[in-house]
């Protein structure tokens, strides 16, 4: 089993960064994939970025990639997500979640999810 807390998220203006955090509790988080994932009002949950228990392997959603930067820090049992850029249309809950997956992609495949944290990016 494993707990996730997300933190990090605000308003911010287009253009500008914020850094998100997954903390996570449990003896075993550093064998955990851990997803980032958002759903803004009315659409479907979207897959942001993924990082590999090993930390070695990343991937990004096509709307992301080059703007957010997926990192893991073991000792401190956290997952970051640094998203420059923004975007007005990055707005959302942003999700992270964990488990040993197949498909970093999808949704379903992780069974640990935090709580969320709001990300506005104004216009």
């Known amino acids: 089993q494993v707990q996730l807390v997300e933190s990090g998220g605000g308003l911010v203006q287009a253009g500008g960064s914020l850094r998100l955090s997954c903390a996570a509790s449990g003896r075993t988080f550093s064998r955990y994939d851990i997803g980032w994932f958002r759903q803004a009002p009315g659409k479907e949950r979207e897959f942001v970025a993924h990082?590999?228990?090993?930390?070695?392997?990343?991937y990004y959603g096509d709307s992301v990639k080059g703007r957010f930067t997926i990192s893991r820090d073991y000792a401190k049992n956290t997952v970051y997500l640094q998203m420059n850029s923004l975007k007005p249309e990055d707005t959302a809950v942003y999700y992270c979640a964990a488990d040993r997956v197949t498909t970093y992609n999808n949704p379903r495949m992780y069974d640990y999810w935090g709580q969320g944290t709001q990300v506005t990016v104004s216009s």
């Open positions: 990082i590999r228990w090993s930390g070695g392997n990343t």
